[in-house]
T-cell receptor, first 109, second 120 residues
Framework: GQNIDQPTEMTATEGAIVQINCTYQ??????LFWYQQHAGEAPTFLSY??LDGLEEKGRFSSFLSRSKGYSYLLLKELQMKDSASYLC??????????WGAGTKLIIKP | GAVVSQHPSWVICKSGTSVKIECRSL??????MFWYRQFPKQSLMLMAT?????????EQGVEKDKFLINHASLTLSTLTVTSAHPEDSSFYIC????????????????FGPGTRLLVL
């Protein structure tokens, strides 16, 4: 079967760095997405990785290793507004999205 | 874990036809389902919120007569794109909010795999 695993919840301190991991097993691979979702809002697109390596975009970076079926989202200089759920999703060979359950990130002052 | 399915996965249709997309929660009851559309590498755009047994709530700019939503049961919501046109071609994603023990479980949404619509 297909599955995406990510931690249910993480806690970090304002100003610190946090890494949210995502491992996947899917039928084919056409890219991995990270989304941020605040409570009651639609998910917003953060990153898309289809090749191995690190993609940096401001305070957020996303890493992909296709051979390991592994990705992480790195958030630097954490701010209180970064408290949200972070969703990992993989597009499979049929171009369908397989979703992780999301990681709830709690930022403490 | 909670599973949400969508059917069909792919739809190719002629301009002017209507297309129905089903969203099902397979192992849980969902009083609320959400319909989104997504363009490549963009954020999901919420189209409407569907509550079981009542009329859907549409977001501003979404035509309710064009995108008909029916939430007939706690496990099924349907989106019908009426008189589809090429500009309606998109990736439609549904999600379901989990209801457990009478309380919403931490506002967790479970997302479906999406339905890719191509209108020729």
């Amino acid at each position: 079967g297909q599955n995406i695993d990510q931690p249910t919840e993480m806690t970090a301190t304002e100003g610190a760095i946090v890494q949210i991991n995502c491992t996947y097993q899917t039928s084919g691979f056409n890219g991995l997405f990270w989304y941020q979702q605040h409570a009651g809002e639609a998910p917003t697109f953060l990153s898309y990785n289809v090749l191995d390596g690190l993609e940096e975009k401001g305070r957020f970076s996303s890493f992909l290793s296709r051979s390991k079926g592994y990705s992480y989202l790195l958030l630097k200089e954490l701010q209180m507004k970064d408290s949200a759920s972070y969703l990992c999703a993989v597009m499979d060979s049929n171009y369908q999205l397989i979703w992780g359950a999301g990681t709830k990130l709690i930022i403490k002052p | 874990g909670a599973v949400v399915s969508q059917h069909p996965s792919w739809v190719i249709c002629k301009s002017g036809t209507s297309v129905k997309i089903e969203c099902r929660s397979l192992d849980f009851q969902a009083t609320t389902m959400f319909w989104y559309r997504q363009f490549p590498k963009q954020s999901l755009m919420l189209m409407a919120t569907s509550n079981e047994g009542s009329k859907a709530t549409y977001e501003q700019g979404v035509e309710k007569d064009k995108f008909l939503i029916n939430h007939a049961s706690l496990t099924l919501s349907t989106l019908t794109v009426t008189s589809a046109h090429p500009e309606d071609s998109s990736f439609y994603i549904c999600s379901a909010r989990v209801l457990s023990g009478g309380a919403i479980m931490g506002e967790t949404q479970y997302f479906g795999p999406g339905t890719r619509l191509l209108v020729l």
